[in-house]
């Protein structure tokens, strides 16, 4: 069973076209990940938790409205403000509809941790592209800690999930290096009696761990001998509120910062940016390349890493992205393969095959758009080669997103340097992460012509 959603009814198809220099400075919403959590985390306190700069995108929105239904007191104070009053660890209340997770795997994925972990049912639905997504993942451990998964298409959405009454710590390695999976598996633990642990082959995103120490868990990590890394989270701790101030989300500054690089004369500053080292990988990538990227004014804001960038266009060359950093940049390969595209020589990303079960196929839409846009690309089950055209991009192509925000922005953004106008089949998905998208890049000099069905 697929369940409609109401965005699916509303596609409406843009272009970008080849626009003069990209000039001003800009401020990208806040982070995604942070804002969920903040949002989930501040549910499981006593108390108000307020937070200045959340992502008012659809995926967040729909996770606002998932904590309401499950209890705890989620409020709109002002643009970007939201208090939160939480229920405490252990007492969230039975959803009496299903819960609608939109397109949004972080919502989904971490919100059945959070269920897994309570003694209560709910169902998890979401729309055509979440549906197709692997649940598996989370199902496997949640079901060693006592949770009850039915999911009749074969651990996909639309599914029902009973949580443990008392549930069991445990300790998972787990086989995908995933933030998701980490964090679900944490959230269920935050309920269990006793440590749980999880063990990542590869260190991911560790916005849970920082924020659930500044909520009043206790966490620890670990390097263990064989160089995986062990978090340590002890259960039943008592939530404190905490003021949350959201950084800047920096895979949604990927998309300026990259039309900034390929539009000729260019020249823009992105304010306020977090370049935790987990998500940072796009930007070393970048200027390793060769991009003409200044990170500024270097700060810590709200326990995270922050920093301006002013992004100056520059001939780019390719480069081999080592498979130990995709985890830093798992989001930002559709853009990249863009600014490869206008690159000088081949750019080679490898160890990439999570991008297979993101919002779409990555790889394969990625491909796909590349080649009706005049690129030459090489894909594998886990990698992606893309022939840099130095600046000569063709352009012209009718782009298919798949429902996938992050496909269809960085098609746009290749449009505004390509030769021909570059079309997408339907922006209405980039507000799921990056609402005001279109008009900030108007503001620095982008043109893009809707088309609305
Ligand atoms: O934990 C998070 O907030 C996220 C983790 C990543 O997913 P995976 O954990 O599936 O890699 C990322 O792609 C997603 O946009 C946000
Ligand atoms: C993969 C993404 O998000 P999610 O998994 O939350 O749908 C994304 O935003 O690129």
Not at 242 to 265: E, K, T
Not at 330 to 353: C, K, N, W
Request: glycine residues 10%; charged residues 20%; hydrophobic residues 40%.
């Amino acid at each position: 069973m697929t369940v409609a959603h109401p965005s699916q009814n509303s596609t409406s198809s843009l272009s970008a076209e080849p626009s003069h220099a990209l000039t001003g400075h800009l401020r990208v919403p806040g982070d995604k990940s942070i804002s969920h959590r903040a949002l989930i985390f501040g549910a499981l306190t006593v108390g108000e938790t307020k937070i200045t700069g959340l992502l008012e995108g659809e995926d967040v929105l729909a996770t606002a409205e998932i904590m309401r239904r499950l209890g705890a007191e989620v409020t709109r104070t002002g643009e970007g403000a939201w208090s939160v009053r939480g229920v405490g660890v252990g007492a969230l209340r039975e959803p009496s509809q299903p819960l609608d997770f939109g397109n949004s795997g972080t919502g989904a994925r971490l919100i059945m941790g959070l269920v897994a972990g309570h003694p209560i049912t709910a169902t998890f639905i979401g729309d055509a592209s979440l549906s197709r997504r692997p649940m598996g993942r989370v199902i496997t451990p949640l079901s060693q800690m006592g949770a009850v998964f039915h999911a009749p298409e074969g651990g996909k959405l639309p599914l029902t999930l009973t949580g443990a009454r008392e549930a069991l710590p445990i300790t998972y390695r787990s086989p995908v290096a995933s933030a998701q999976v980490k964090s679900a598996v944490l959230l269920a633990g935050l309920n269990a009696r006793g440590v749980t642990t999880v063990i990542e082959p590869v260190p991911t995103r560790d916005h849970t761990e920082r924020m659930l120490r500044a909520f009043g868990a206790h966490v620890e990590t670990e390097t263990l001998p064989d160089g995986a890394l062990a978090i340590h989270l002890t259960g039943q701790p008592e939530l404190h509120p905490c003021p949350i101030v959201v950084p800047g989300d920096p895979s949604s500054a990927a998309f300026p910062v990259v039309a900034a690089l390929i539009v000729p004369g260019s020249e823009i500053v992105v304010e306020g940016i977090t370049l935790n080292p987990h998500r940072a990988g796009l930007y070393t990538t970048l200027i390793e390349m060769g991009g003409d990227i200044e990170v500024m004014n270097q700060r810590e804001e709200g326990g995270e890493p922050v920093a301006d960038l002013r992004v100056r266009a520059s001939q780019l060359h390719g480069i081999e992205v080592p498979p130990e950093r995709a985890a830093s940049m798992i989001d930002e390969y559709p853009v990249l393969a863009i600014a490869a595209s206008f690159a000088s020589g081949q750019t080679i990303m490898r160890g990439i095959h999570e991008l297979r079960v993101k919002e779409s196929d990555r790889i394969a839409a990625t491909a796909a758009g590349l080649r009706l846009n005049g690129i030459k690309v090489h894909e594998t089950e886990d990698s992606m080669t893309v022939d840099g055209r130095e600046g000569h991009v063709d352009g012209g192509g009718h782009v298919v997103t798949h429902m996938d925000h992050r496909i269809a922005m960085s098609f746009l953004v290749m449009g505004l340097a390509a030769h021909k106008p570059v079309t997408v089949d339907d922006a209405s998905m980039i507000a799921t992460s990056f609402p005001n998208f279109i008009p900030l890049m108007r503001e620095l000099g982008a043109i893009f012509v809707g088309h609305s069905q």
